[in-house]
């Protein structure tokens, strides 16, 4: 089976352009969810998809993030425009419907903004 | 705030030694505990845990929760180097239907040594 995958694996832009991060759940997967950590700090929630729509966005930290999943397949985290303080590991994780389904993890995109 | 605490922060062992990795939690709405292995890139899913009091065991690992005391701890007996990683707990609490929001602590790196 194969996991979740994130492209790119690395991403180094300078502040004030754009980047798009992807997302690509295991198939059958109809919850996707958007996680980064900041270095130095813990792994925080940024949202969460239910197939396209969006179920929770409470951690998206501003409307510099836009998130979608078109078609209720892949997703991608548009950053625009980047700023210093968005650099860290930005992981996606997608887990099956229903109660006490574990969540599992793609490799994340480290974001780095210079 | 929903609050995850792990502990230690990091820690050096011995191969052949036994660790015990601690997470306490103050989180509205406990769903249950999970424990995640981080080794180079992507998290990768250890154990669930619901019920206050059962072990949860796999090989070298066991893990268990105490719901009256917000915590659980992590178990690795005989530690092999191929234990190295950072160890993630996280609690996921109930939300609309049965829709999942993780909270992480900050982990705990552990290192085994020859």
């Known amino acids: 089976e194969a996991g979740v995958t994130q492209f790119p694996s690395h991403s180094v832009i300078e502040k004030g352009q754009t980047v798009t991060l992807r997302c690509d759940p295991i198939s059958g997967h109809d919850n996707l969810y958007w996680y980064r950590r900041v270095m130095g700090k813990e792994i925080k929630f940024l949202l969460h998809?239910?197939?396209?729509?969006?179920?929770?966005e409470s951690g998206m930290p501003n409307n510099r993030f836009l998130a979608e999943r078109t078609g209720g397949t892949y997703s991608t985290l548009k950053v625009q425009p980047a700023e210093l303080e968005d650099s860290g590991v930005y992981f996606c994780?997608?887990?099956?419907?229903?109660?006490?389904?574990?969540?599992?993890f793609g490799p994340g995109t480290r974001l780095t903004v210079t | 705030e929903d609050k995850v605490v792990q502990s230690p922060l990091s820690l050096v062992v011995h191969e052949g030694d036994t660790v015990t990795l601690n997470c306490s939690y103050e989180?509205?709405?406990?769903?249950?505990l999970l424990w995640y292995k981080q080794e180079k890139k992507a998290p990768t899913f250890l154990f669930m845990l619901t019920s206050s009091g059962i072990e949860k065991k796999s090989g070298r690992l066991s893990s268990i929760l105490d719901k009256k005391e917000l915590s659980s701890i992590l178990n690795i007996t005989a530690t092999q180097t191929g234990d190295s990683a950072i160890y993630l707990c996280a609690v996921d609490r109930r939300g609309t239907g049965t829709a999942s929001k993780l909270t992480f602590g900050t982990g705990t790196r552990l290192q085994v040594t020859l």
């Open positions: 998809f239910v197939k396209e729509s969006k179920q929770d």
């Open positions: 994780a997608s887990s099956q419907v229903g109660l006490y389904r574990r969540q599992y």
């Open positions: 989180v509205t709405n406990f769903r249950s």
